[in-house]
């Protein structure tokens, strides 16, 4: 199986700066794509930022110029640095992997999406 952990969230001023991290470990045997949600109270969950295996990005235009995202294929991990932090930041970010997962002698690789299990962001004003 693979196995999807987050870590990094917190409270934070408006103007700090957050990094996230992900790392997706286990029976993988390649990863498409990674990327970052979120969901405030009352909204639906919405994209952030993803980074695909031939590290084009794409963003969210509401964290364009503040937020990065980078990714250590060796490791299989991913970042999301968050910076000039503002109160609409404020959410649950969750880490979203699409991989292909071994499939120990019953065949192909196996496509699976994961996702963590979530990290309090929060922004003080």
């Known amino acids: 199986q693979v196995r999807v952990v987050e870590s990094g969230g917190g409270l934070v001023q408006a103007g700090g700066s957050l990094r996230l991290s992900c790392k997706a470990s286990?029976?993988?045997?390649?990863?498409?794509?990674m990327a970052w949600y979120r969901q405030a109270p009352g909204k639906e969950r919405e994209l952030v930022a993803r980074?695909?295996?031939?590290?084009?990005?794409t963003y969210a235009e509401s964290v364009k110029g503040r937020f990065t995202i980078f990714r250590d294929s060796a490791e299989n991990t991913v970042y999301l640095q968050m910076n000039n932090l503002g109160p609409e930041d404020t959410a649950v970010y969750y880490c979203?992997?699409?991989?292909?997962?071994?499939?120990?002698?019953?065949?192909?690789?196996?496509?699976?999406?994961?996702w963590g299990q979530g990290t309090q962001v929060t922004v003080s004003s």
């Open positions: 286990g029976s993988i045997y390649s990863i498409d794509a």
């Open positions: 980074i695909f295996s031939d590290q084009q990005k």
């Open positions: 979203n992997v699409e991989a292909y997962e071994v499939q120990y002698g019953l065949g192909d690789p196996r496509y699976v999406v994961l």
